[in-house]
């Protein structure tokens, strides 16, 4: 699709560093590049800081106001350069130039921008190391999440390190550091290097131009480690923790009373809490995270048993987690079931197509079940659960053996190396709290109704 001829000749009208100056008054000081001479701008901080908006413009200043030639946007991947440094609708290169998305001069299949001024921009991935930018003379480059180069050896010190030689040479690197991230030595090397100039972008600065709510879920971190890397841009060692810290788990222990009832002791330590609830009293159910394959030997299946006591905290029960093909699903969750829940309690599913055969079996014996829809990202998915973990609201069973695996591996959570399927299940059963847990009507609510409402029948008082 070819530029209408009107917005082309507005481009070129526009004159060197017309946009520049536009993005300069928008901008907050700490996005501005440097003056004066330097090599390398490194711009790193936390989610939604404004990273990727402020490298497109940073860029496009330098293409807007230095002679015509060859300059290059480089992501982890060339798929990410495509679509986010070059196209995305807010912070791309098109959009930090003023130009259309379906711009004639952007060749997407080679990756080739093609400017009115006659400069020329190449997209490439740093995953085959950034190869076809070798040779090249570029002006600059624009280097998005530099810790996520799988190979950044060849990208940055061969590819990207020889071919920025024509003026102005300059490399703007932006990212958000990471936890085990491979090219984790070389965020150290520019951190440590007196010759690159640093800022850091902080999450809660960029506050006007984000969704108020997911704001507030990522502030969540804020006063954690993890938080320092998420919102500040920090850049943690190995050992640095998460989402999930051992000081906010609550502990329950098994109890029963001399009538035979099965009692739930939620014993909190720190605020001497002491408390026993009746188990068939309590809101019960079932969530399960299916093994993405059907193998036995693929990823763990796990399953988690909840209560939530008439206070609407959420209690695990017990949880089980084997390794099992589509047709034994059924019988890995009926030992769960038959301990823990009532008739009809609910066992809520994963919808996934693995979970056909399970879900056809549940309805097939009478078991009462629902789907679990996994319809956000695996982060997204367990901010509530997060939440209600620090408010010290999610309890787990103190003499579970398996309780070090299950505090483990939230602990490490988000970590791509290690698996997730018990978060899952604790951010399933989060999710059902939230959805569909009513607080039960106090007898001074009731006897309010009563009071103030004609209609109100107490069902139990209706003779049979």
Known sequence: MSM????????????????????????????????????????????????TWTGSNALAELIQTSPPGEWAAIGPTYGDAR??????????????????????????????????NGSIVYA????DGALRIQGKNLRGAWCDEVGLWKRWETAWDESLRFAVRKAPAKIIATGTPKRRMPAIKLIRRLMADERVVKTVLLTKDNAAHLDPGTLEDLMLLAGTSFGMQELEGAVLDDSDGGYFHSVDWRYWQHDTEQDGRRLIHLIDEQSGRD?????????????????ASLKTSADWTVAGAWAIPNFGDLVLLDRVRARVTETDHAEFVKPLRERWLGRYDVVHVEATMQASTLAYQLGQSGVPWAPLRADKGKLERALPYVKLVRQHRVWLPKDAEWLPEWIDEHAEFPNEQVPDDQVDVGAYGARVRIADWLAPETGEQQRQREATDPDYVDLMTIPL
């Open 275 to 291: 408390e026993r609830y009746d188990l068939t009293d309590c809101a019960r159910f079932i969530t399960i995270d299916l093994a």
């Open 83 to 116: 679509d986010t440094l070059i196209e995305s609708a807010e912070s791309g290169l098109l959009v930090a130039l003023g130009l259309p998305r379906r711009y004639h001069g952007w060749n997407r299949s080679m990756g080739e921008l093609s400017l009115p």
């Open 4 to 51: 209408p001829n009107a917005v082309l000749d507005t481009y070129k009208a526009r004159g060197p560093g017309s946009k520049a100056r536009a993005w300069r008054a928008e901008a907050r000081p700490e996005q501005l590049p440097p003056d004066g001479d330097w090599r390398i701008f490194y711009i790193r901080g936390g989610r939604g800081g404004g990273k």
């Open 124 to 127: 490439d991935g740093a995953d």
